[in-house]
């Protein structure tokens, strides 16, 4: 298993692999910020989209943030205040989806891809890169004994527990920006301020209800690198991070 971390490859130099694997690099960013983490996307997404970088998954842990899908919609908040006073602040972006709440003990994935290049020659499907996104959660919580299934009414993925990865996109020119969260081991207090994406009888999970003790975010991180590659049939470069 390969760990993912910082890599430095030009986009012309991970264009194409052997075999003709499509190429992307893999960022393992550690903890962030959310705000600094949602400009980077859309930059990257922007020169992937003019052919000026990579195919690119940024994989990071952020502060404690709320962020609202595209129509912020706020109903999933139901005292704002709690909010406030922990300290957590509420970021509308572009994505679908409603209300998901980021923080530390949670691994977030963000595929900047050119869905035309990964697709050809078929042509780009946008449910389908749904589905592959909770396909590959599933094969990181079966990986860890952890049974989950996706849920065709709405997106995400879920144990007997809970909601344990929620799923939101962004697309402009066929390249994604945005993707998948999973709870490992995330402060549950934060997640009992929100309704998850909007609904009130759904609950959180996370892997530390199934694993005693909960893994390490950099070993989750790595074996959703290998599952998105396997998935997606793309050659993930990158090394472990300093």
């Not at 079966?142 to 065709?152: E, H, L, P, R």
């Not at 993930?236 to 991070?241: E, Q, V």
Request: some cysteine.
């Amino acid at each position: 298993m390969t760990r993912p971390g910082i890599a430095t490859e030009s986009a012309s130099a991970v264009a194409q692999g052997a075999g003709g694997a499509r190429r992307a690099v893999v960022e393992w960013l550690g903890r962030r910020p959310y705000a600094p983490l949602l400009e980077r996307q859309r930059a990257l997404q922007q020169q992937v989209a003019a052919g000026e970088a990579p195919d690119t998954l940024l994989l990071v842990e952020h502060d404690p943030v709320v962020t609202l899908g595209r129509r912020e919609d706020r109903a999933g908040i139901p005292v704002p205040e709690a909010l406030a006073r922990a300290g957590i602040a509420v970021v509308p972006t572009e994505r679908g989806g409603n209300v998901t709440y980021h923080g530390p003990g949670q691994l977030v994935a963000y595929p900047i891809l050119d869905l035309r290049r990964l697709a050809a020659p078929a042509a780009p499907d946008l449910r389908d890169y749904v589905g592959r996104l909770e396909a590959v959660v599933l094969r990181v919580l079966a990986a860890y004994g952890i049974d989950a299934v996706q849920d065709a009414s709405r997106h995400g993925v879920f144990t007997p527990r809970g909601k344990i990865a929620s799923v939101g996109i962004h697309v402009s020119r066929w390249v994604t920006m945005h993707g998948v969260a999973l709870n490992v081991a995330p402060a549950m207090a934060h997640w009992a301020l929100i309704q998850p994406c909007g609904l009130a009888d759904v609950r959180a999970a996370s892997i530390a209800e199934y694993v005693d003790p909960a893994p390490p975010l950099p070993d989750v991180a790595a074996r959703f690198v290998d599952a998105f590659a396997a998935i997606f049939g793309l050659r993930c470069d990158g090394g472990l991070a300093p």
